[in-house]
Structures are given as C-alpha cells and as structure tokens.
C-alpha cells in the first residue's frame, strides 16, 4: 500500500488559515454560472452564441496541447516507478480485463433499454428520404475502422508523429516502450527518471493554470451548443436524448455505483469530488480536457502516482463506457425509426461488432458517431444513411458519452490500485469526506 503523500503547501496553508474562500472563487461554481450564462445567450442571441465558439475552441487546445507530453511523463515515470516489469504487465492486464468486462456490460445495458424503451418506434422514416450525403464523410473515416487497421493505427509513423498530432493511444504506445526501457535500464536511467518526474510537476503547475480559464471555454462551448442547435433542434428526438441521459445516469450511479460499493467507497462522494471536472466535460463535449486534473485527483485519492501514470491514459482509449452504452441505443434507435426489423442474430452481430469499434471511440468528440458508422457498416439491412437522424443531436449526446467515460476511468483507476493494493484508504476516505 501506498504511503499517504505529504500535504502541500496549499493544504497546509488551507488547514491553518480559519478563513475560507468565497463559494464563488471555486471553480465548478465559476464554471457552473459560465454554463447558465451560456445557455441564457444561446436561447436569447444564438447567432451571437455561435460567435462564441473559439473561446471553447481556444481552451480545447490549450489542455489537448498539454495533454501528449503529460502522458508521456506520466506513463514512463509510471512504469519506471514499479521497477518490476511483471507487475507492470500484471496492472495493465488487470486494467484491461476491467475495461472489457465493464464495457460490455454497458453495451450490453444499452441494448436491454433499446428493445424496452424503443426510443425510434413511431418515426416511420422512409430510407430513401434521407440525406446519406451528410454522413458520406463519417462514413469515409468508419472504413478504417476494422481490427487490422485499429492495430496498425496505434503504431505511429515516427516518435514525433505521436506527438504532433496528439493521437492519445500512439502517444500511450510510444510511452510504454520507452518506459520499459528506462526501467531495464536500472540506477543508469535514474537521471532521466528524475528530470521526467521534475518535468511532470512543472506540467502540472502549467495545467493548473490553464484551468484558471475553464470558465470561459466552458462558455464559448455552451453557447455555441445552444446556439447553434438550440432547444427546438431536439423535437421528436428528445426521446432518444432523454433515455440516452437517463440510462447514463443510472449506469453511473447502479452499475459503477456498485463496483465502487464493493471497493468501499461511495460513488456519490467520488462524483462531488470531481465536480469540476464533470461540469467541464458536459460544457466541452470531450473527456479529454478533463484528464490532467483527473489524474491529479486520483493521485490526492490514495492513488500511487505510478499506477495513475499507467492505467488513466489507458482507460482513455479502452475503457469507453458511455461510448458503449451510446453504440447500441443508438443503432437500436436507427433500425427502429426506419421500420428495420433486426433478429437477434443481427443484434448479437452488432453487439460483437461494438466491442471493438468501441475502443477506437476515445474522448474525442465524433470518434463514437465514426465507430458507430462502422459497427451499422456489418448489418446491411441497417440504412446507414439513417445516422443522418441523430447526426444534429450528436453533440448533445457526446456531452453524457464524454462524462461517462470519464467518470468510469476514474472508478477503473481507484479499483485496480486497490487490487494492487496501491491504494491508501485512510486518504480516499478522508478525501471523499
């Protein structure tokens, strides 16, 4: 088990000084009032709302710009923090088992409350009718959706490719590598363990700051959500938006709700902890802008920093959740408003088929419309062209598909630390207090 960290400075500035801050400094407040603000232009002065969208453009960048060189110290300190290289194996053979059980039960969940539900009965929409024009483009990049493609996507060109184009899972692939060789190096690699780790602290102080402009990206993303859709965009498709929230909710609070209560702790609390974080992913749309404060959460949990390192970029890219739960409700709910009789033959091949498009549907905004593009490419008597439906109300569904994900690769996170007993209870406990 973990020793508990010593407290920072702040905490122990905080823990001396009687006074608190204002409830208004607090960032999920500040972030919070942004999203009201937002949504109020947004239905008051859309085309004013959508001349909003680069302020949530801007801070996307700023966080994604961090991201590639944060995972890469994290992920070799990581791996060379656990000087054994066969528990290195054995934590990222846990991490993944988890990912793939917990995954296919959500797509298991969301093939349940489509066949009760049955959000697309009653639309009765002629195929033919469709603009297929407006999916031509998904459906382009869903061709290089297959398992041979997915596997050779993770090998990048060269080393600076990964970086350049901030591919989450070459990044974690180069990362891997070159921790397992700092590692086999032994004491002659300590000075580069060193200065990574020195590297990782100065990263962290820069994200730090830049999370002092949440609030505006949150914002600009809102207002152009809402001004460019608006409220009235949803109409017959409220349905489907409203089973697709309701059953992420409960999946969070039921299925993680129950892991979490096997490991001893309460989801409830784990979910006001992160606050800020769950309040920035529905504003931006993207798991993503969440990842460096979640790590830093998880390691203030208990959570060894190596662990965090290893099993949080991971989980970025294998452990999707409410990328699963979306994929099978929403090839459901196409096949139901185009009158498309699906056996059960047919659903179990969509099942299997999301299984692994689903990996390749990261936090990144569109990837889960692609891999679901792909995953209606196997069943023929599926009009893809039927995407088109739900193509207008993709980034109200994306906002609870990226906070699902999210949510679940923090609980991954805290469950395979304690199965490694990598997890120091008195600090989770205390912290979630």
Request: net charge positive; charged share 10%.
């Amino acid at each position: 088990m973990s020793t508990p960290t010593a407290p920072s400075q702040s905490d122990a500035e905080s823990s001396a000084d009687p006074r608190r801050k204002p409830f208004y400094a607090s960032l999920w407040v500040q972030v919070l009032l942004a999203m009201v603000f937002a949504v109020a232009l947004g239905y008051l002065a859309p085309a004013r709302a959508v001349a909003m969208k680069p302020l949530g453009d801007a801070f996307i960048r700023l966080i994604t710009m961090i991201i590639t060189i944060l995972i890469f110290c994290t992920v070799v300190t990581g791996i060379a923090g656990m000087q054994d290289l066969k528990k290195v194996g054995r934590v990222g053979g846990k991490a993944l088992l988890y990912f793939e059980i917990v995954s296919t039960m959500a797509l298991v969940v969301g093939l349940i409350v489509g066949n009760v539900v049955r959000p697309g009965s009653g639309f009765n929409v002629n195929p033919a009718s469709l603009d297929a024009r407006a999916v031509a483009d998904y459906a382009g990049q869903a061709k290089a959706q297959s398992v041979t493609e997915f596997l050779m996507h993770i090998i990048p060109t060269t080393v600076t490719d990964a970086f350049a184009k901030g591919d989450i899972l070459q990044v974690v692939f180069v990362s891997i590598l070159f921790g397992f060789a700092v590692s086999s190096a032994g004491p002659r690699a300590k000075p580069i363990t060193a200065l990574l780790e020195s590297l990782t602290q100065v990263v962290f102080r820069v994200v730090n700051i830049l999370m002092r402009f949440a609030p505006i990206g949150a914002f600009g993303a809102m207002a152009f959500t809402i001004g460019k859709y608006g409220f009235a965009s949803l109409g017959p498709l409220v349905k489907l938006i409203a089973t697709f929230w309701v059953t992420s909710i409960l999946f969070v609070l039921i299925v993680l709700g129950a892991i979490a209560g096997a490991a001893g702790f309460s989801i409830v609390k784990f979910l006001l902890h992160i606050k800020e974080e769950i309040l920035l992913v529905l504003a931006t749309s993207s798991s993503e802008t969440a990842l460096p404060t979640l790590m830093e959460k998880l390691e203030k949990l208990g959570c060894s920093r190596s662990l965090v390192g290893l099993v949080v970029p991971t989980g970025y890219t294998f452990n999707t959740d409410g990328s699963s739960l979306y994929m099978t409700l929403a090839a459901l709910f196409v096949a139901q408003a185009t009158n498309t009789h699906l056996t059960l033959l047919q659903q179990l091949s969509i099942f299997s088929v999301a299984t692994l498009t689903s990996k390749g549907a990261s936090g990144v905004q569109g990837a889960s419309f692609i891999a679901l593009v792909a995953t209606l490419s196997v069943i023929p008597t599926i009009p893809v062209a039927g995407m088109a439906l739900i193509l207008g109300i993709d980034r109200f569904m994306s906002m609870f598909r990226a906070l699902v994900n999210m949510i679940g690769n923090g609980v991954a996170t805290l469950i395979v630390a304690r199965w490694e007993n990598e997890l120091d209870r008195a600090t989770l406990q205390r912290r979630l207090a």
